[in-house]
Nanobody
Framework: QVQLVESGGGLVQAGGSLRLSCAAS????????MGWFRQAPGKEREFVLA????????DYADSVKGRFTASRDSAKNTVYLDMNSLKPEDTAVYYC????????????????????WGQGTQVTVSS
């Protein structure tokens, strides 16, 4: 069955960078929609970005545009979230998610649209 295992979270100073990894197994993802969300204590889950496997379609939340990018390694079935110029307000648990369906069939900005989720990884940005 499909599993998503996240890694790469940690503590970083403001202005620094982190790379989060999400290793997928148990399925075929070449036509999947890949999404990243985050959730801070007491807050609802927030959309970060989403992209097709090929990268031809990408959507970024305004709060991360120009600072975060998504990529993938087909050979490893792994997606990455590269976070640059980190701010304290980026502090949250970050989740990767995969729809395993085509772009446009569901709203990629809504968590309920995604079929599979990683376990989450904590990112803490200090001032």
């Amino acid at each position: 069955q499909v599993q998503l295992v996240e890694s790469g979270g940690g503590l970083v100073q403001a202005g620094g960078s982190l790379r989060l990894s999400c290793a997928a197994s148990g399925g075929t993802f070449s036509r999947a929609v890949m999404g990243w969300f985050r959730q801070a204590p007491g807050k609802e889950r927030e959309f970060v970005l989403a992209r097709t496997w090929s990268g031809t379609t990408v959507d970024y939340a305004d709060s991360v545009k120009g600072r975060f990018t998504a990529s993938r390694d087909s050979a490893k079935n792994t997606v990455y979230l590269d976070m640059n110029s980190l701010k304290p307000e980026d502090t949250a648990v970050y989740y990767c998610a995969i729809m395993a369906t085509n772009w446009g069939l569901r709203d990629h900005r809504v968590p309920a649209s995604y079929f599979y989720w990683g376990q989450g990884t904590q990112v803490t940005v200090s001032s």
